[in-house]
């Protein structure tokens, strides 16, 4: 008896043992990412608001990659680290920062190496401290404002434009491509819209020629209801208008202004090529986009992508979708090389270029992206036609 509880003793010690030595691993790795011999997957998270269509379409990107990447991993022989495999944990935050700051302490608790997301700028800025606390990389795949790699988070990264950047090629194709002259902005009142008009009448005004602003006004983010705003424009007979607001308002704003009787084009931002937009058939409006992306639709990489999309989730992919393709492989491939999550990762991520759908993806010290490319769209009868295209860094994939 004495001998069987000098045994239960040892037991317990040894579990106690154990229960430290993790503790004191976990502490050591404030990510709380496994490391690569781990046979656990590591965690990449995704968050946004996911009963949207485009975000849902975005994360089914992001699962893509890591469903491909895992399948490619050859069985390991016997008593060898087995390959680093990877598992995609979602949380749909609604896109409101009290919200994602729940989302991204789950993240942390389950010990993730990266996210992709979040979908706005002021919810991405509301959750980058905690990342940068636990040294999580945040990859942004959605067109943000300066402000988010601009806080020295080493953390943040993003995988577009900023809205200065888009800014200078919208003033591009609004004033040199399309000509105009009498421009009206409408921006909404999130982070983004904002931005991304004062840029915008920054580059407008930058101009040796410079176009006569005539109206401008802010709506609500959240609103279906243009009537003010439209009312505004017709009265000013702008021949351009500029909707800076994410691609959800789209589909209202277009619907609103196809029954005036304004005769303008009308040009929107980023992810309006996700929606299926229609005119009434006497408009005298013409639709334009600029998107941040090259047109990829003659690249076989890009068509091989789209089918195997198609395949797996029986709909076409969003532009969203290899954004959040594109982020997810990155961060894979860098925890690859870095052996894990953490401070390598970091490191990796900011030193080292990775091949995306669209060419290389690489960041500069801040965590912006280095190769940006950008296509403006005419929607006519046969959709979203490329009109223009803009680059700078590295030449898009196909080219």
């Known amino acids: 008896m004495l001998k069987l509880s000098r045994n239960l003793l040892r037991m317990g010690a040894v579990i106690l043992y154990t229960a430290v030595a993790a503790g004191a691993a976990c502490a050591a790795n404030p990510s709380g990412a496994q490391p690569a011999a781990a046979s656990q997957p590591l965690g990449i998270g995704f968050a946004g608001p996911l009963s949207n269509p485009i975000l849902k379409s975005a994360r089914d990107g992001a699962l893509l990659a890591i469903e491909e990447h895992n399948a490619r991993q050859a069985p390991v022989a016997h008593g060898a680290h087995p390959a680093m495999q990877f598992t995609l944990l979602?949380?749909?935050?609604?896109?409101?920062?009290?919200?994602?700051?729940?989302?991204?302490?789950?993240?942390?608790?389950?010990?993730?190496?990266?996210?992709?997301?979040?979908?706005?700028?002021?919810?991405?800025?509301?959750?980058?401290?905690?990342?940068?606390?636990?040294?999580?990389?945040?990859?942004?795949?959605?067109?943000?404002?300066?402000?988010?790699?601009?806080?020295?988070?080493s953390t943040a990264f993003r995988l577009l434009g900023s809205s200065d950047r888009t800014a200078l090629y919208l003033a591009e194709s609004a004033l040199t491509t399309l000509g105009a002259r009498r421009v009206a902005v409408i921006a909404n009142n999130s982070g983004f819209g904002q931005a991304l008009a004062k840029e915008f009448l920054a580059q407008m005004a930058a101009r040796r020629e410079p176009a006569q602003l005539v109206y401008q006004a802010m709506v609500s983010s959240k609103t279906s209801d243009f009537n003010a705003a439209l009312q505004g424009l017709e009265a000013s007979k702008p021949d351009l208008v500029l909707f800076s607001a994410n691609s959800l308002q789209a589909v209202s704003f277009v619907n609103g202004i196809g029954r005036s009787k304004l005769s303008a084009a009308l040009l929107l931002t980023g992810g309006a090529v996700n929606q299926k937009l229609s005119l009434p058939a006497d408009s005298r409006i013409s639709l334009y986009t600029l998107e941040p992306d090259a047109d990829l639709r003659g690249c076989p990489g890009w068509k091989a992508f789209r089918e195997r999309f198609e395949q797996r989730f029986k709909r076409a992919p969003?532009?969203?979708?290899?954004?959040?393709?594109?982020?997810?492989?990155?961060?894979?491939?860098?925890?690859?090389?870095?052996?894990?999550?953490?401070?390598?990762?970091?490191?990796?991520?900011?030193?080292?270029?990775?091949?995306?759908?669209?060419?290389?993806?690489?960041?500069?010290?801040?965590?912006?992206?280095?190769?940006?490319?950008?296509?403006?769209?005419?929607?006519?009868?046969?959709?979203?036609?490329?009109?223009k295209e803009f680059a700078s860094g590295a030449a898009p994939a196909c080219r």
Do not use: C
């Open 318 to 387: 969003s532009s969203f979708s290899r954004y959040a393709y594109n982020a997810a492989n990155t961060l894979m491939e860098a925890a690859t090389q870095a052996g894990g999550g953490g401070p390598k990762l970091l490191a990796e991520l900011h030193e080292k270029s990775y091949k995306g759908l669209s060419g290389q993806i690489a960041f500069d010290k801040n965590g912006n992206t280095k190769n940006d490319f950008y296509t403006l769209y005419r929607n006519d009868a046969a959709g979203w036609t490329p009109l």
């Open 90 to 153: 979602e949380q749909d935050d609604r896109s409101e920062a009290h919200l994602a700051r729940y989302s991204a302490q789950y993240f942390v608790r389950s010990g993730v190496i990266g996210i992709v997301g979040h979908w706005s700028t002021e919810v991405a800025l509301a959750v980058a401290d905690i990342y940068e606390e636990h040294a999580i990389a945040q990859l942004m795949f959605t067109a943000a404002i300066p402000q988010f790699t601009a806080k020295g988070y």
